[in-house]
């Protein structure tokens, strides 16, 4: 990581977290963050129909407005999903609503969607999909997704949904329905199978024309409900899923003042547990589904954990607001470690060894 970045991200540690978060954006957009070069030939991806670079994105919540999607793939990440973003823009939850539970190397926030709706994310997606992807100093070009979501007052699911994939199904390269946010009430009860299924369907018919769809799932789904869930998504004839978003449960030893919170808990004691649901969600796909797998990763150990135990790709965000931009660099050197440690030449060799 360059000084800057290092300087940067000391700041960072000390600000409210919200306020960090702002400053990160703001850096981005003003191009810090050194360049990522070429990434190694083993990491890469091909899935949905799509080729990413390596495998580590940056999950959705931390570029809710489409407005650092260039700068995160030039510090170099595999794809960058941006949103989650509502059809009207909201202010979300009142602050304090973003803990860092530093002892616990964990975060826990409640932000409720706040987000400058789709009309703004939309207009900043065209640009970026017109703009030339080198050559502008932007960076390179990377699958990029949204992630969409439902206001809080006066959603309607089977509506909204397909509206929204209606707005972005030109500028992105994947769309993820975000059906997990413990913030949003009501939000979980639409990974209910019919309901699921109907808000797929209604998508399919809508939209037949639209690019890979995924549908982001929560941790807290119990071992017997996962199973009607992932054959709605598979017969409302979506791609893939997401495993997981954050987990409304407080895993036994968590160590920081802010703990009792309410909302959701991301970062390393998620890790078992999402680690679980994509072990089970792996079983029930059997192949079926492209599995992005996301919380608690850390290490490269982590990532090639995650891939043999089914995933396709994985995403990261809280162990990123810990370490800063560097992260990336680090866990696609630990990841090539990782794989030849274990007798590995390519991520394509280690899916589903576990
Ligand atoms: C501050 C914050 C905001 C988030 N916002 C969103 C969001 O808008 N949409 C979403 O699908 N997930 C959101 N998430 C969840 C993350 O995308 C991710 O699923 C979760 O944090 C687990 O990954 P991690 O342990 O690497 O942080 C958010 C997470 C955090 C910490």
């Given at each position: 990581m360059d000084i800057v970045s290092k300087m940067l991200m000391k700041l960072v540690r000390r600000l409210d977290p919200e306020d960090a978060h702002r400053l990160a954006l703001n850096a981005l957009m003003l191009g810090l963050g050194s360049g990522a070069g070429q990434d190694d030939p083993a990491l890469s991806v091909r899935t949905m129909?799509?080729?990413?670079?390596?495998?580590?994105?940056?999950?959705?919540?931390?570029?809710?407005?489409?407005?650092?999607?260039?700068?995160?793939?030039?510090?170099?990440?595999?794809?960058?999903?941006?949103?989650?973003?509502?059809?009207?823009?909201?202010?979300?939850?009142?602050?304090?609503?973003?803990?860092?539970?530093?002892?616990?190397?964990?975060?826990?926030?409640?932000?409720?969607f706040n987000n400058q709706g789709i009309d703004r994310f939309t207009v900043r997606m065209a640009r970026l999909h017109r703009l030339p992807a080198k050559g502008n100093g932007t960076g390179a070009?990377?699958?990029?997704?949204?992630?969409?979501?439902?206001?809080?007052?006066?959603?309607?699911?089977?509506?909204?949904?397909?509206?929204?994939?209606?707005?972005?199904?030109?500028?992105?390269?994947?769309?993820?329905?975000?059906?997990?946010?413990?913030?949003?009430?009501?939000?979980?009860?639409?990974?209910?199978?019919?309901?699921?299924?109907?808000?797929?369907?209604?998508?399919?018919?809508?939209?037949?024309?639209?690019?890979?769809?995924?549908?982001?799932?929560?941790?807290?789904?119990?071992?017997?409900?996962?199973?009607?869930?992932?054959?709605?998504?598979?017969?409302?004839?979506?791609?893939?899923?997401?495993?997981?978003?954050?987990?409304?449960?407080?895993?036994?030893?968590?160590?920081s003042p802010?703990?009792?919170?309410?909302?959701?808990?991301?970062?390393?004691?998620?890790?078992?547990?999402?680690?679980?649901?994509?072990?089970?969600?792996?079983?029930?796909a059997a192949g079926r589904l492209t599995l992005v797998a996301c919380g608690g990763i850390e290490t490269g150990a982590d990532i090639v954990d995650r891939v043999r135990a089914g995933a396709d790709l994985v995403q990261i965000y809280s162990a990123f607001a810990y370490e800063g931009p560097g992260i990336v660099r680090r866990l696609k050197r630990e990841t090539v470690r990782a794989l030849n440690a274990e007798g590995f030449e390519t991520l394509a060799d280690a899916k589903g060894s576990a």
């Open positions: 129909g799509l080729r990413f670079p390596n495998p580590i994105g940056i999950a959705a919540g931390f570029d809710k407005n489409a407005q650092v999607i260039r700068p995160l793939a030039r510090i170099g990440f595999g794809f960058v999903e941006a949103g989650t973003v509502t059809p009207l823009a909201q202010e979300g939850n009142p602050r304090p609503r973003l803990f860092r539970l530093t002892e616990d190397r964990a975060i826990i926030n409640r932000m409720g070009r990377v699958p990029v997704g949204a992630n969409l979501g439902i206001n809080k007052n006066g959603a309607d699911p089977e509506r909204d949904y397909p509206r929204l994939v209606g707005r972005v199904k030109h500028y992105v390269d994947y769309i993820v329905l975000n059906l997990s946010s413990p913030n949003t009430p009501g939000l979980r009860d639409l990974q209910q199978a019919d309901r699921l299924k109907a808000i797929l369907e209604a998508i399919g018919e809508a939209h037949p024309d639209r690019p890979p769809l995924l549908v982001k799932l929560a941790p807290d789904l119990a071992r017997d409900d996962l199973e009607p869930v992932i054959e709605a998504v598979i017969a409302g004839g979506a791609q893939g899923v997401t495993v997981t978003n954050t987990t409304i449960s407080r895993p036994d030893g968590l160590r802010h703990a009792a919170e309410a909302g959701g808990l991301s970062g390393r004691p998620l890790r078992p547990l999402a680690t679980a649901v994509l072990r089970d969600v792996a079983q029930i």
